[in-house]
Structure formats: structure tokens, C-alpha cells
């Protein structure tokens, strides 16, 4: 069974930096890829970030590129979401994700193309 652990939301003001982590366990890490992804209340679980099992590719949502950057280390077995210059649209629960699937961003933007999922964590932005 693969158990992800998200850590490190909290309360930010705008235009501030908030550092997520996920931690992963029950499998062999480096072999599959990551996702982040948000939801925020009474809206659908949306797309923010993914990268492949080798951290070579990364695909991001446009709201967030720029802002944000995704990253993992294998030897760690952990994900990591730094978010730079938030915004009080910023504000959601994140939930990172892992999957034996990569292709195409629309593809890798889909919840459904994920295997595992965290139990999220909250992200607030005050303006």
C-alpha cells in the first residue's frame, strides 16, 4: 500500500513563500511520477504541478508557472511544491498525488490519471 504525507501549509500573507512536502512510503519511489494538485472550497480539485520519476520533466498549471516549482528527491523518496509570490486565489487544500502514468500535460493534469493520493494539507493566503 503506497502512503503519501503532505506537510508544510499554513497561514501566509500575499505575495509571500510557502515550502509543501510530500513523503512517500510502500513503494519504490523513483520509478513513478508526482503530482500536486488543489482544491479549494466548493470548487473541483484542480491541477498545480507534475514531474516525472526522473525530475526531468515538469509540467505546470499556467495560474501557477512562474510562482511555484516542483521537485523531488529519490534518495529522500520525498516531493516538494515551493511557492513563491502567493495569492489569496492561492488558497486550497494541496494534495499531492503519484501515478505509474506520464504523458501529455492534459493528461498529467487529470486527477484520474492518479494512483495514490495524500490527504492533503491547507494553504491560506490572506490579502
Known amino acids: 500500500q503506497v502512503q503519501l504525507v503532505e506537510s508544510g501549509g499554513g497561514l501566509v500573507q500575499a505575495g509571500g513563500s510557502l515550502r509543501l512536502s510530500c513523503a512517500a512510503s510502500g513503494r519504490t519511489f523513483s520509478s513513478w511520477a508526482m503530482g500536486w494538485f488543489r482544491q479549494a472550497p466548493g470548487k473541483e480539485r484542480e491541477f498545480v504541478a507534475a514531474?516525472?520519476?526522473?525530475?526531468?520533466?515538469?509540467y505546470y498549471a499556467d495560474s501557477v508557472k512562474g510562482r511555484f516549482a516542483i521537485s523531488r528527491d529519490n534518495a529522500k523518496d520525498t516531493v516538494s511544491l515551493q511557492m513563491n509570490s502567493l495569492k489569496p486565489e492561492d488558497t486550497a487544500v494541496y494534495y499531492c498525488?503519484?501515478?505509474?502514468?506520464?504523458?501529455?500535460?492534459?493528461?498529467?493534469?487529470?486527477?484520474?490519471?492518479?494512483?495514490?493520493w495524500g490527504q492533503g494539507t491547507q494553504v491560506t493566503v490572506s490579502s
Open positions: 514531474i516525472t520519476s526522473s525530475g526531468v520533466t515538469k
Open positions: 498525488a503519484t501515478t505509474h502514468r506520464w504523458g501529455t500535460a492534459p493528461l498529467m493534469g487529470m486527477p484520474g490519471s492518479y494512483d495514490f
